[in-house]
């Protein structure tokens, strides 16, 4: 049984950075695609950033390129969320989640295993 662990959020300043981990146990890390997602209050569930199983390669929603970036150590099992300059807009709930569909693209993906969330609140 696949399962995934989120830890690192808090409450931070808008400016501040912070880094989020999500552990895998229960699979084998190197098969899955990785991704990162997040609901604010009131709003939808949000696509973050993802890494892709194979060449880790990544990808990331036009609101956090440039300050988000998706990274795995795989000795760890684990993917990071490295957050910088962050907005009161980021405030919300991130989950990963991980992905065995075979395909290279993002948007392709299934993504059947979520872990329980960090909470992340940026003050302004």
């Known amino acids: 049984q696949v399962q995934l662990v989120e830890s690192g959020g808090g409450l931070v300043e808008a400016g501040d950075s912070l880094r989020l981990s999500c552990e895998l146990s229960?699979?084998?890390?190197?098969?899955?695609?990785i991704a990162w997602f997040r609901q604010a209050p009131g709003k939808g569930r949000e696509f973050v950033a993802a890494i892709m199983r194979g060449s880790r390669g990544t990808s990331y929603a036009d609101s956090v390129k440039g300050r988000f970036t998706i990274s795995t150590d795989n000795a760890k099992n684990t993917v990071y969320l490295e957050m910088s300059s962050l907005k009161s807009d980021d405030t919300a709930i991130y989950s990963c989640?991980?992905?065995?569909?075979?395909?290279?693209?993002?948007?392709?993906?299934?993504?059947?295993?979520w872990g329980q969330g960090t909470q992340v609140t940026v003050s302004s």
């Open positions: 989640a991980a992905s065995l569909t075979n395909r290279n693209d993002v948007g392709q993906l299934h993504f059947a295993f």
């Open positions: 229960g699979g084998t890390f190197l098969m899955y695609h």
